[in-house]
C-alpha cells in the first residue's frame, strides 16, 4: 500500500498541495473597562443568534463567538477575522472591550454568571447540564478553532493515483483520520509554541489543586477545559470513534455527542452516524490559546504554521495508534504544566519535526514564505524566552497582575478598533461607503461574499433571498437606465428640463478646438466648465467673474482630460447643497463647501494647505477617509491666481482663502449635514427628479440662494445641477460639522426589508 508521500511525490500536484479552506471561530469574554465580566445582553444590534452566521455567543450571554467564513486563503481568514472584531468592538458599549486571553478576569459569584438567553430551548438545556457537570467558571474558558480542510483536487489527485480505497469520501476520510491521528500525537509541540494560559486567579479552581508558579497553558492542561477520565473514544477507525462516541452518550459519560472536548473534532456531519455514510468534510482543530499579543486572538504566521503543521501530519510515513495518541496526549498536558521559560522536555523529538517539515516543503516546492515561516517558528522551540507564554509572563510581571496585564491590551484594542470607524480592517481596500455597508452586513447577520474586490462587487445574502450590490449602492432596485442617464449629464438635464425642474442653461462640445472657438459666447458671463460625464467633481472649473481666454481655454484642456464631451454651463449663484435619495426619501443633506484654509497672518497658503491635511479624516489615499487632502495642483493655483495669491502667498488674519470653486469633498471640500434645516419641498423635489429618472439611490445637486422660502411650481426655489449615481454615503456618515447620517443601513433595509420586519416581530 502507497504512503500519502509517496501519492504526492508520484503525483505533479504542484500548488494544490499547499491548496485548502480555513474558517477560524474565536471565543472572547466581554470585559468592562474595570477589568470586570460585563454582565450586559448580547447587544441588539446584531440581531437575532438564531441565523447569525458571523457574531454569536458560545456559553455565556458574556461570550462572544466570533466566525469566519470558509475561505480559500490564510489572508483571506485573518482579514474576516480583523473586520468582525471592528463590528464587535464599535457595536458593544463604549466601556466595555474584548479580554484578550484565554483564561477569564477575576468571575463573580456562580449565580451571577449569565447563561445565553437563546430562543433554542435545547441549546439553553445542553448548557444548564454543562453548568451543573462543570461549573458555569469553567465554561468562561476561551480559545480559537481552527477549521481546515483539504483541497478537492488535492484529494482528487490522489485518490486517482491510488487503488487500495475504491470510494473516494472513505479515501478522504482516510487522509482526514491519519491527521487527526498525528496531529493528538504530536499536538504537544502546538502546545509548546502556541500555549498562552501561564496563570489565572486562584478563585478560579475553588476546590481543585491550584497550579504553583507560571504554566505553559492551564487550558491545555489537566485543569483546564476537559472531558471527566471515565470518557474514552477511540480514533482507531471511523467506525470505532462512532460507535466509542455513541457508548459514552449512552452510558451518560457524555450528555450529547458534542460534549466530547477533543483536541480535534470531525466535522460536516450533524450526527456521529452520519459519518459512516457521508465521511469527514473537515477538521475542527481546537486546541489553541488566545494569542494576547495579536489584537484579533492568533497571527497570520501562526495560522501558516499550523497549516503547515496539519499538512506534514498527512505527508509523514507514519499513522500512529491508539497508544502512541495516548503518550502524545500526556506529552502535551506535561508541556502545557511546564515553566513557559524552560526548555521543553521533548525539544529532540520537537527539532526532528521542524527538520521533517522543511524537507516536505523542498521536496513539494514549497515558497520561500512558508518555509521562512517554519524557520522563525523554530526559533521558539530553541529559545524558550520567545514563546508566547514566557512573553506573557514577562509582561505580567512587569505591569504587577495578568489583570492589568491583560486589560491593557483589551483597552487598546478597543481603541485601534474605534479609532477609524470609517476604515474596516481587513477590507481598507474597498471603497469606504462599500466598507460602511460590508460593516453594516456583517453587523445584522447578513451573509457576505466579496465577489470582485477591484469592482467592488458583494453578494449579499438573508435566509434564501440574494442580493448583488456593487459600488455600496448600486443595486438590481434601479432600472437598467437610470444609471446611464445620470452619467450623461447633458440626457439628465435634458429630462429634468421637460418634466418642469430648472436647469442650468449650457453648451456641450466634443473637441477641444471647438469649444475655444465658441469664448465668444462667454467672455462676459459667469461659467463652469466641466466634463459631460464624471464622478468625484473631476476636471470642474468654475468662473464666478469673466473669465479670461487663456483660463478660458486652460478649464476647457483641463476637462478634455476627464472625459471626450466637455459641457459650458450658466453660473447659478446660491449654495450648492447634495440631496442624497433613497428609496423615496431623503435621509441626508449636505452642505459642502470648497476646499480652504484660513488665514493666521503667518503661515503661506502651502503651509496651511499642509496643516490642514494633518486632520485624520484626510487620509492619505482617495476615497478612504471621510475628506480628502486639499491639492494644489492647476485647478487649485488657478483659483488662487484669480484671487491675487500664489501658494506661497500670506493670507491675512482669519482671512478665508477657496481653492477651489466646486464643493465636491474628492477636492478637498468639507462636509457639514444640514438635513433638519432644509424646507421639505425642496427634499421633495430631489425625491420626484430621482423617480423621474428611474433611480431608487442618487445624489440631487441643487443649487438654493435662499432655504428659507419654500419652492412651489411658481416660484422654484432651486437649480439643478445634475443627478449623480452611486453617490458617496461616507461623507454623510462622517462629516465636518453637524450630525453623522448612516445611510448603508438604509440600503440595506431596501434590499432585505424582510430582516427588520422579523426583527420587529421578535421584539
Avoid at 3 to 31: P, S
Avoid at 260 to 281: D, H, M, Q
Wanted: hydrophobic share 35%; proline share 4%; with cysteine.
Amino acid at each position: 500500500m502507497k504512503t500519502v508521500k509517496q501519492m504526492i511525490q508520484e503525483t505533479d500536484i504542484g500548488e494544490a498541495f499547499y491548496q485548502a479552506t480555513f474558517g477560524i471561530e474565536k471565543e472572547g469574554l466581554r470585559v468592562t473597562s474595570t477589568g470586570e465580566l460585563a454582565l450586559t445582553a448580547h447587544p441588539l444590534e446584531f440581531g437575532n443568534r438564531s441565523f447569525h452566521p458571523y457574531i454569536q455567543t458560545d456559553y455565556s450571554e458574556s461570550q462572544l463567538e466570533l466566525i469566519t467564513p470558509p475561505l480559500r486563503t490564510i489572508k483571506e481568514s485573518y482579514d474576516w477575522l480583523a473586520a468582525l472584531h471592528d463590528v464587535v468592538l464599535q457595536t458593544i458599549p463604549s466601556d466595555e472591550a474584548i479580554w484578550p486571553i484565554s483564561m477569564p478576569m477575576v468571575l463573580p459569584d456562580e449565580s451571577v454568571i449569565p447563561i445565553a438567553k437563546l430562543d433554542n430551548k435545547d441549546d439553553v438545556t445542553y448548557r444548564e447540564i454543562l453548568t451543573e457537570k462543570y461549573g458555569k467558571k469553567k465554561q468562561m474558558i476561551s480559545g480559537m478553532h481552527y477549521n481546515f480542510e483539504l483541497d478537492d483536487q488535492l484529494i482528487a489527485r490522489l485518490f486517482d493515483c491510488q487503488t487500495d480505497y475504491s470510494n473516494k469520501e472513505s479515501f478522504k476520510s482516510m487522509l482526514y483520520l491519519k491527521l487527526t491521528k498525528n496531529f493528538l500525537r504530536y499536538r504537544w509541540l502546538l502546545t509548546y509554541l502556541l500555549g498562552a494560559s501561564p496563570i489565572v486567579d486562584e478563585s478560579f479552581f475553588a476546590d481543585q489543586e491550584i497550579p504553583q508558579d507560571y504554566v505553559r497553558s492551564i487550558r491545555s492542561s489537566q485543569y483546564g477545559y476537559v472531558n471527566p477520565s471515565e470518557v474514552a473514544v477511540s480514533f482507531h477507525s471511523i467506525e470505532d470513534y462512532v460507535h466509542s462516541l455513541q457508548d459514552m452518550v449512552a452510558k451518560g459519560f457524555l450528555s450529547e455527542e458534542k460534549e466530547f472536548y477533543s483536541a480535534v473534532r470531525f466535522r460536516g456531519t450533524n450526527k456521529a452516524e452520519e459519518l459512516l455514510t457521508k465521511g469527514i468534510s473537515y477538521l475542527e482543530l481546537r486546541s489553541f490559546d488566545l494569542n494576547p499579543f495579536d489584537p484579533f486572538g492568533m497571527s497570520k504566521q501562526t495560522m501558516e504554521f499550523v497549516h503547515l503543521f496539519c499538512l506534514y501530519m498527512i505527508w509523514m510515513d507514519e499513522t500512529v495508534t491508539m497508544e502512541e495518541i495516548a503518550v502524545g496526549e500526556e506529552m502535551s498536558r506535561l508541556t502545557a504544566m511546564e515553566h513557559p521559560e524552560k526548555i521543553s522536555s521533548f525539544q529532540k523529538e520537537g527539532l526532528h519535526l521542524f527538520k521533517q517539515m522543511e524537507e516536505m516543503l523542498l521536496s513539494t516546492n514549497g515558497t520561500k514564505s512558508a518555509l521562512n515561516c517554519i524557520q522563525e517558528t523554530k526559533k521558539l522551540l530553541i529559545d524558550p524566552t520567545l514563546t508566547v507564554a514566557a512573553r506573557m509572563v514577562r509582561g505580567i510581571e512587569e505591569k504587577g497582575s495578568y489583570i492589568d496585564f491583560s486589560l491593557e491590551l483589551a483597552k487598546r484594542y478597543k481603541n485601534e478598533a474605534t479609532m477609524r470607524p470609517y476604515n474596516l480592517r481587513g477590507f481598507e481596500q474597498l471603497e469606504m461607503s462599500t466598507q460602511l455597508l460590508l460593516f453594516d452586513a456583517l453587523q445584522k447577520g447578513i451573509q457576505v461574499e466579496i465577489l470582485d474586490a477591484q469592482d467592488q462587487f458583494l453578494k449579499l445574502t438573508y435566509d434564501q433571498h440574494s442580493e448583488f450590490v456593487k459600488n455600496g449602492n448600486m443595486t438590481s432596485k434601479d432600472s437598467y437606465i437610470a444609471p446611464l442617464i445620470m452619467e450623461n449629464k447633458t440626457v439628465t438635464k435634458k429630462i429634468l428640463d421637460s418634466a418642469g425642474f430648472r436647469v442650468p442653461a449650457g453648451e456641450e462640445y466634443t473637441t477641444l478646438a471647438e469649444g475655444k472657438t465658441a469664448f465668444w459666447r462667454y467672455e462676459q458671463k459667469q461659467i463652469v466648465v466641466k466634463p459631460k460625464s464624471t464622478n468625484y467633481g473631476l476636471g470642474i472649473s468654475v468662473f464666478k467673474h469673466a473669465p479670461t481666454k487663456m483660463d478660458y481655454e486652460r478649464a476647457l484642456e483641463i476637462a478634455f482630460k476627464e472625459d471626450t464631451a466637455v459641457l459650458v454651463e450658466e453660473y447659478i449663484p446660491g449654495t450648492e447643497y447634495r440631496f442624497f435619495v433613497l428609496d423615496g426619501k431623503v435621509p441626508a443633506i449636505l452642505l459642502r463647501t470648497p476646499a480652504n484654509v484660513v488665514g493666521d497672518g503667518q503661515k503661506s497658503i502651502k503651509e496651511l494647505v499642509a496643516e490642514k491635511n494633518e486632520d485624520p479624516l484626510r487620509g492619505e489615499e482617495k476615497h478612504r477617509s471621510p475628506l480628502e487632502r486639499i491639492e494644489l495642483g492647476e485647478l487649485e493655483q488657478l483659483m488662487l491666481k484669480a484671487q491675487g495669491y500664489t501658494i506661497e502667498s500670506i493670507p491675512e488674519l482669519n482671512t478665508v482663502v477657496y481653492l477651489r470653486e466646486n464643493s465636491n469633498i474628492s477636492t478637498g471640500g468639507d462636509s457639514i449635514d444640514v438635513t433638519d434645516e432644509i424646507d421639505d419641498s425642496y427634499k421633495q423635489a430631489a425625491i420626484d427628479m430621482s423617480e423621474i429618472i428611474g433611480a431608487k439611490v442618487s445624489g440631487i445637486d441643487l443649487i438654493i440662494p435662499d432655504t428659507t422660502l419654500r419652492s412651489t411650481k411658481d416660484h422654484l426655489g432651486y437649480t439643478v445641477l445634475e443627478a449623480n449615481f452611486n453617490p458617496a454615503m461616507h461623507m454623510h456618515a462622517f462629516v465636518y460639522k453637524g450630525k453623522g447620517r448612516r445611510l448603508t443601513m438604509g440600503i440595506l433595509k431596501m434590499l432585505f426589508p424582510e430582516l427588520w420586519e422579523k426583527e420587529t416581530d421578535n421584539e
